[in-house]
């Protein structure tokens, strides 16, 4: 089966990148054959052609700028019409405003699927996505599926968790300054307000007056300019809480692995998460985990056995999840244990390849299906 991804940026920025990145792995050992269109230049496309992909690079602009996204439209169709792909794959819902279009003008409307990485709320590039042709709608999420489902026109949905890569080889470790008589608390992730980070160093502070003193690690910057003024901030805050010799800011770094090695805890203090690929890597090192008790987070981690689930993600709440596991590293220990069991399980990127090429499959086979006029029966596929 020959796939064509479209993609709209060309930088690995967050767990939407980082899920198609664990897909392309392992293509060449399945039989699907995956192309790539993104619609901005940079390293990532560059790096997929030296690995062997078919890469196109077209430069759409802005959403607003109507002639060049007609312009972009266009050539995607003649992209497509070129390629004859068995499948258009929109890699999200920007993309979706491109390339269903593009497939209804090069007559492959029904060969449409895209991806909702994003737990919608009714944002006008979620709405006008779902209007678009598709025969179905990817999650990352039972959460994000179920948000998805509550926009018109409805459209099937289908849910492949994501998955990812097992430490492999000797353990590497980020070469920080860390003090060693207090448990090393880490968040990973852009520093963005949705992420929590100011919440993180407010619970901090709480601990700190409970009598639990821990050196909270942030690993990530301000990656690509998103949220300046908010990473800016995080300094100032720090000092502000009297966390100055308690908190380390590593950064943008290129692989968040090493410095989760370093963590007796890993939290994700997201709100609303729609899935926390993160929290698989801490839990497939074992490193007991902590999240807010929502979205994505709430489906992967069982509260109590294999993490930790916080009631919010404002600071007294984290503050409340972590003490019991500041107090007891036996209790550390026990759920980073569950946790890495539980990864192995179910969240490798072998297990969720295997998930996704198989609803893949499902999707255009019940698609070729229909349209003979016969019901579709695409495996987990749900209205």
Request: aromatic share 6%; net charge neutral; hydrophobic share 45%.
């Amino acid at each position: 089966m020959r796939i064509l991804i479209t993609m709209p940026w060309g930088h690995r920025l967050g767990g939407a990148e980082a899920m198609l990145q664990t897909v392309l792995d392992g293509a060449q050992a399945s039989s699907h054959e995956l192309e790539l269109v993104f619609f901005g230049a940079g390293p990532w496309p560059a790096e997929l052609r030296e690995a062997g992909f078919r890469i196109e690079v077209l430069e759409a602009g802005r959403l607003r700028d109507l002639h060049r996204w007609g312009a972009t439209v266009a050539r995607l169709a003649r992209t497509f019409r070129r390629r004859q792909p068995d499948l258009i794959l929109n890699w999200s819902a920007k993309t979706q405003l491109y390339g269903a279009p593009a497939a209804v003008l090069a007559g492959m409307s029904d060969r449409v699927v895209w991806w909702q990485h994003a737990i919608q709320a009714r944002h006008w590039i979620d709405r006008c996505a779902t209007a678009l042709p598709a025969v179905a709608i990817g999650c990352s999420s039972e959460t994000v599926a179920r948000a998805q489902r509550q926009l018109s026109p409805s459209r099937r949905t289908f849910v492949v968790a994501p998955g990812t890569r097992s430490p492999n080889g000797a353990v590497q470790q980020a070469p920080l300054d860390l003090p060693a008589d207090v448990p090393i608390v880490g968040l990973v992730g852009r520093m963005e307000p949705w992420k929590g980070q100011d919440r993180m160093l407010g619970a901090q502070a709480l601990l700190l007056e409970r009598g639990h003193r821990i050196h909270t690690v942030m690993v990530g910057g301000d990656a690509y300019g998103i949220s300046p003024e908010y990473a800016r901030s995080l300094p100032g805050l720090i000092e502000r809480l009297g966390l100055a010799d308690d908190a380390t800011m590593t950064g943008q770094v290129p692989d968040a692995g090493p410095y989760i090695e370093r963590m007796d805890i890993l939290v994700n203090a997201s709100d609303c998460e729609p899935f926390g690929i993160v929290l698989l890597e801490g839990m497939a090192r074992g490193v007991a985990v902590v999240a807010v008790d929502a979205g994505g987070p709430a489906e992967i981690i069982e509260s109590g056995r294999t993490g930790v689930l916080s009631r919010s993600g404002e600071p007294e709440a984290l503050a409340d999840a972590l003490e019991p596991l500041l107090a007891s590293p036996a209790l550390r220990h026990m759920l980073g244990e569950a946790g890495r069991e539980r990864y192995a399980a179910e969240f490798t990127d072998v297990a969720m390849r295997e998930r996704f090429f198989r609803q893949i499959d499902a999707v255009v086979g019940g698609g070729r299906r229909a349209g003979r006029g016969a019901p579709v029966t695409a495996g987990e596929l749900v209205g």
